[in-house]
């Protein structure tokens, strides 16, 4: 494998080597102190499916796109969705544990691996988990690389859960009381509701109007199952406020509104403070009129998109109120990762588990923070 | 001489009554829920509260000496037997911290029994959805080290897909919170990694965990068939369908008769080559839509019946069979070897053919119940033995059909974890080099291995390491990597 031989060049001259999928999503943004870059790009496509057993198995640097291709014809898919562009690889999609508006009804992306291949930094080759749906076999390679950012190994091989697309879909939007305490009870009552959705995502004004919804802040949910099960959770979801049909391309459309952009954060904490953290999030970034915001409500996730700089005010704030709730970056210029998240990855055992796979600590330095 | 000693430290800490020096009472400690193992621990030691346990593994640091966690002892790897060193039990650990029906969360600490938990968070309308066959006694500590599942786990996921947090201490005595209970948490995915790591990697004190939402409708059926390859392909045929059961578990006839001759009687067809017990949850009306398709899938697979409980009684009187199944294979003989290979579910018919072959050969009875829905085979082999020539043929026979189960893509553990049982298959699925990752994974939480040693990974996959220059260029490489 090329891969492999590229990382062994790199790990025997100590050369910091960048690992990128399909170099199709932008860089999160932490300084990278490479002087190569390894690209998975030309390592792609379908290894082995069988689309009976509901699992394929796939290069790292297969795009989303070529994946939805070849499990769409059998059917099938795999609900990850992640927000941004599908010419992004498996691979990447995995490295950074990235995660769409199906993670409230199918789980992220954690959930749906099954088995990894990885080039460490030594340019071994290792594998963890397997080709079956269940497997407590070794340790937990597989969760260890997922969201390791390529720190750990360049991800080679794939192994997917797949579901078969339901025979029905239906996408619904509703408008949402504004006010945080009407809006909580409204996150209350859906939650209750005899509704399994695929996704429950609010959605701000402006991107409701982006996505091509009326320009109000609005909640966007997909049912999907059989004739019975959707007709039934439409007439649940109605009850509970005035809701449209909306388009099914409103998923997509939110998937990529984020890209160019040039800083994404997310604000998490218990379900139950999302209205109050949906509040602050609005409040904060008030000035920035060009922000768009949803926020995954089962999951109590705020994702926040902002086109251009934040004003120091609202990165002030939001500094301050990390004791509220936990910021995670996905996208953001230097400084702004040095002020909110200095490094992911200070604790011993995690500074343990950088250097048994990558001892010359070649891989992706600095993506999770400086290297100490 | 050492070990008084080292118990008399422990009393210190725990008190005399929670510590056992003398074989007699360390005999019940001998073995867990599969008897052919059995290692005596040097000492076991009980602690009663979360400052109790970090104080005992402090101890246990500075004198160096290993140990074993271990929670109610149900598991069935042997995987919580103590070779002669320190047995650290934590079944006195049952506070129940917090529950959140608002957020759907629960702090419990890990002698908490899983059913325990469910019985607290049913009348809330949520539930805890791991479901081990031995709910009834098997502790969250014990779940979270051999990351079980159970039959509801073919669509709910295992217990890495419901625990939030875990803090843990670690053999060091370090205390340390992995996940996140409130919100999203960056970084490495040490929650992952210990979840299933077998009290490899550490003790964990409390658990949060995630509690699902009730289905508003559950139907259960029990489809009867007249030929095992009929119920086999009829499992293949439900899955590729696209319908994610509940559970979907397969009982063969030897299963069925011993059940049925038991105290745990289901009504199973005693005259059935094999059932399928089926569980379809959702909403109510598209529930009854889904039991219509597995009905029409049952029948023109050959099912020769196929009923529905009428109501909550009789569900329940239907899984009660599955899931002491186990227990009343007791019945047949003293021994019980039991597998726990999953393999890629089209394959099913096929290899419980080839199991019934290599069961006639080595003249092994063999009893097939298992999670048909995720793959999952149990063949459980009753034996005696105090029998050498049966123990021979019983040994030879689990090695074929793990072989059987490795060639069609299989793994050779799905819950019950590799322990001491399948120590000598994970050669067959792992290269030397992923095994060697696995131990540095291990160290990197132990670095001593002191925790539960000479489980999951064989000590010749690891010593590898210590040998090459790896791991003194890893200090080289920290400098090298500042100044890049």
Same mark, same amino acid.
């Given at each position: 494998m090329i891969i492999q031989e590229r990382v062994r060049e790199a790990a025997a001259q100590s050369n910091p080597v960048r690992i990128a999928?399909?170099?199709?999503?932008?860089?999160?943004?932490?300084?990278?102190?490479?002087?190569?870059?390894?690209?998975?790009?030309?390592?792609?496509?379908?290894?082995?499916y069988v689309p009976n057993d509901l699992t394929i198995t796939v290069r790292g640097g297969t795009s989303l796109a070529e994946l939805s291709r070849a499990t769409g014809a059998e059917g099938q898919w795999l609900p990850v969705n992640p927000f941004g562009s599908d010419e992004g690889s498996i691979g990447a999609t995995v490295a950074t544990a990235s995660s769409g508006p199906f993670a409230h009804g199918f789980g992220t992306? $954690?959930? *749906?691996?099954?088995?990894?291949? @990885? @080039?460490?930094?030594?340019?071994?080759?290792?594998?963890?988990?397997?080709?079956?749906?269940?497997? @407590?076999?070794?340790?937990?390679?597989?969760?260890?690389?997922?969201?390791?950012?390529?720190? *750990?190994g360049a991800i080679s091989e794939?192994?997917?859960? /797949?579901?078969?697309?339901?025979s029905h879909r239906l996408t619904m939007a509703m408008?949402?009381?504004?006010?945080? $305490? $009407?809006?909580?009870? $409204?996150?209350?009552? *859906? *939650?209750?509701?005899?509704?399994?959705?695929?996704?429950?995502?609010?959605?701000?004004?402006? /991107?409701?109007?982006?996505?091509? /919804?009326?320009p109000r802040q609005m909640i966007l949910v997909e049912f999907g199952g059989n004739a019975a099960a959707v007709s039934a959770q439409r007439d649940a979801f109605v009850k509970i406020g005035a809701a449209i049909e909306a388009p099914p391309e409103c998923w997509d459309k939110l998937r990529a509104a984020t890209s160019g952009t040039k800083i994404v954060f997310r604000l998490s904490g218990l379900p139950a403070g999302l209205a109050a953290r949906w509040d602050f999030a609005k409040q904060t970034l008030e000035e920035s009129h060009d922000t768009l915001m949803h926020a995954s409500i089962g999951r109590g996730i705020v994702r926040c998109v902002a086109p251009d700089a934040l004003s120091s005010t609202a990165i002030e704030k939001l500094v301050a109120a990390r004791t509220n709730h936990t910021m995670i970056l996905e996208s953001a210029p230097a400084d702004l990762w040095k002020r909110i998240s200095p490094s992911a990855i200070t604790d011993r055992v995690s500074q343990s588990v950088r250097r048994a796979f990558d001892p010359m600590m070649i891989l992706n330095p600095g993506i999770l923070g400086p290297v100490n | 001489m050492a070990n008084e000693r080292l118990a008399s430290d422990l009393a210190?800490?725990?008190?005399? +009554?929670?510590?056992?020096?003398?074989?007699?009472?360390?005999?019940?400690?001998? =073995?867990?829920?599969?008897?052919?193992? +059995?290692?005596?621990?040097?000492?076991?030691?009980?602690?009663? !509260?979360?400052?109790? !346990?970090?104080?005992?593994?402090?101890?246990?640091?500075?004198?160096?000496?290993?140990?074993?966690?271990?929670?109610?002892?149900?598991?069935?790897?042997g995987g919580a037997l103590a070779d002669d060193v320190v047995l650290l039990g934590l079944h006195r650990l049952k506070r129940v911290i917090s529950i959140d029906a608002e957020n759907r969360r629960a702090t419990v600490e890990p002698g908490v029994v899983n059913l325990a938990l469910n019985r607290i968070a049913g009348?809330?309308?949520?539930?805890?959805?791991?479901?081990? =066959?031995?709910?009834?006694?098997? !502790?969250?500590?014990?779940?979270?080290?051999?990351?079980?599942?159970?039959? %509801?786990?073919?669509k709910y996921g295992v217990t890495l897909n419901h625990v939030l947090s875990i803090t843990a201490v670690l053999p060091d005595g370090e205390v340390v919170t992995l996940g996140s209970d409130s919100g999203e948490r960056e970084g490495y995915d040490l929650l992952g990694a210990f979840i299933g790591s077998e009290g490899c990697f550490g003790v964990a004190l409390e658990v949060t965990v995630k509690l699902t939402k009730k289905p508003p409708a559950v139907r259960t059926?029990?489809?009867?068939?007249?030929?095992?390859?009929?119920?086999? +392909?009829?499992?293949? =045929?439900?899955?590729?369908?696209?319908?994610?059961?509940?559970?979907?578990?397969?009982?063969?006839?030897? !299963?069925?008769?011993?059940?049925?001759?038991?105290?745990?009687a289901a009504g199973y067809p005693a005259d059935a080559a094999a059932v399928l017990l089926i569980e379809l949850d959702g909403l109510t009306a598209g529930v009854e839509a889904d039991v219509a398709v597995v009905r029409e899938l049952c029948a023109a697979g050959g099912a020769r019946d196929v009923r529905v409980a009428g109501n909550e009684a009789e569900r329940l009187r239907l899984w009660q069979g599955r899931k002491k199944a186990f227990g009343a294979m007791g019945r047949l003989a003293p021994h019980l070897v039991v597998q726990d290979a999953v393999i890629p579910r089209t394959r099913l018919a096929e290899v419980l053919a080839t199991i019934a072959r290599i069961a006639a050969t080595h003249r092994v009875h063999v009893c097939n119940v298992f999670h048909a829905g995720d793959g999952n085979l149990h063949p459980n082999i009753p034996y005696n033995a105090d029998d050498p020539d049966e123990s021979e043929r019983v040994h030879l026979?689990?090695?074929?059909?793990? +072989?059987?189960?490795?060639?069609?893509?299989? =793994?050779?553990?799905?819950? %019950?974890?590799?322990?001491?049982?399948?120590?000598?298959?994970?050669?067959m699925i792992f290269s030397p080099d992923s095994l060697d990752a696995m131990c540095r994974l291990r160290s990197a939480f132990d670095p001593d291995r002191r925790a539960n040693p000479g489980k999951v990974i064989p000590i010749h996959s690891c010593q590898e390491w210590k040998a090459t220059p790896a791991a003194s260029r890893a200090t080289a490489g920290t400098t090298a990597g500042a100044t890049a």
């Open positions: 999928g399909r170099s199709t999503w932008l860089s999160a943004g932490r300084p990278v102190a490479a002087t190569q870059t390894v690209s998975l790009a030309d390592h792609s496509g379908v290894v082995d992306i $954690r959930d *749906l691996v099954l088995g990894v291949e @990885v @080039v460490t930094g030594e340019g071994k080759i290792i594998r963890g988990g397997g080709r079956v749906v269940k497997n @407590v076999a070794g340790f937990d390679l597989v969760r260890l690389m997922t969201g390791s950012w390529g720190t *750990l794939v192994t997917l859960r /797949l579901y078969a697309k339901p408008e949402t009381p504004t006010d945080a $305490r $009407r809006l909580a009870e $409204r996150f209350r009552g *859906l *939650l209750d509701a005899p509704i399994i959705p695929f996704a429950l995502e609010l959605l701000s004004d402006n /991107l409701s109007q982006r996505i091509g /919804l009326p | 210190g800490i725990v008190g005399d +009554r929670f510590v056992l020096l003398r074989p007699s009472e360390l005999l019940v400690y001998n =073995s867990d829920g599969l008897p052919g193992y +059995r290692r005596k621990p040097s000492v076991a030691v009980f602690p009663g !509260t979360r400052d109790e !346990t970090i104080e005992v593994v402090r101890l246990l640091a500075r004198v160096g000496v290993p140990f074993v966690p271990r929670g109610a002892g149900t598991g069935l790897s009348p809330l309308g949520l539930l805890y959805a791991p479901d081990p =066959s031995s709910e009834a006694a098997c !502790t969250i500590g014990g779940n979270v080290a051999e990351n079980a599942g159970g039959p %509801h786990c073919l059926m029990l489809a009867d068939f007249v030929s095992v390859d009929d119920a086999a +392909r009829v499992t293949s =045929s439900i899955i590729a369908s696209g319908i994610v059961p509940a559970a979907l578990e397969f009982m063969d006839n030897a !299963t069925i008769r011993v059940v049925e001759e038991s105290i745990y026979a689990m090695q074929e059909i793990m +072989r059987a189960c490795v060639d069609a893509g299989g =793994s050779i553990t799905g819950e %019950h974890g590799v322990g001491l049982d399948k120590l000598n298959y994970i050669e």
